[in-house]
């Protein structure tokens, strides 16, 4: 059985930054598409990224030129370096993988951006 594994996280004073790492664990297999979602209090989850084994990404038009995703696909482990952080991107952050039809999620971490 596939366990997303998240790490970082926390808080941090606007226009810091913040990294978020995910692992894979169970799967022997390289997961097609991995990637983040966000949901702050009250509204729906979000995507934020997500990048493919080939490394193709694809972000949220309010996270593109600050954060970045990236991914090692001999750890199965997606990564999610977040700069210029604004209080709005307050949030619970899940990181996902998908493949073939199968949908693996973590448990969140939260992280908090101060004004």
């Known amino acids: 059985q596939v366990h997303m594994v998240e790490s970082g996280g926390g808080l941090v004073q606007a226009g810091g930054s913040l990294g978020l790492s995910c692992a894979a664990s169970g799967s022997a297999f390289s997961i097609n598409t991995m990637g983040w979602y966000r949901q702050a209090p009250g509204k729906q989850r979000e995507l934020v990224a997500t990048i493919s084994k080939g490394g193709n990404t694809n972000y949220a038009a309010s996270v593109k030129g600050r954060f970045t995703i990236s991914r090692d696909n001999a750890k199965n482990t997606v990564y999610l370096q977040m700069n210029s952080l604004k209080p709005e991107d307050t949030a619970v952050y899940y990181c996902?993988?998908?493949?073939?039809?199968?949908?693996?999620w973590g448990q969140g971490t939260q992280v908090t951006v101060s004004a």
């Open positions: 996902n993988g998908w493949h073939y039809g199968a949908d693996y």
